[in-house]
């Protein structure tokens, strides 16, 4: 079955404690992460709750592999990748 995924980026505030991800229902886990469904986990933690960067792809396969690669980057090219498309470091996924 063909899947999409995407890589994200949350954060708890301007250059704060950053989590990358992957999901192939970007909004659910968002939410899950907002909700800190998991109490124990790292963005429950720190109150890693702002979505700053994802990007799609077309598979979960790829998704993965360019997650790998963000997180091989040193922190200020993490920063830089949020700061190319959102360099106000808005909420991507606001819950209203």
Request: with cysteine.
């Amino acid at each position: 079955m063909w899947k999409c995924g995407y890589t994200y980026i949350i954060t708890n505030k301007r250059n704060g404690t950053l989590y990358i991800g992957v999901s192939s229902q970007l909004e659910q886990r968002i939410r899950q992460h907002k909700n800190k469904i998991y109490k124990d986990s790292f963005s429950a933690k720190y109150n890693l709750q702002h979505l700053v960067r994802f990007q799609a792809f077309p598979t979960i396969t790829e998704a993965i592999t360019y997650e790998k690669k963000i997180k091989g980057r040193t922190r200020a090219k993490k920063l830089a990748l949020i700061e190319q498309l959102n360099p106000e470091w808005k909420d991507l996924l606001k819950m209203t």
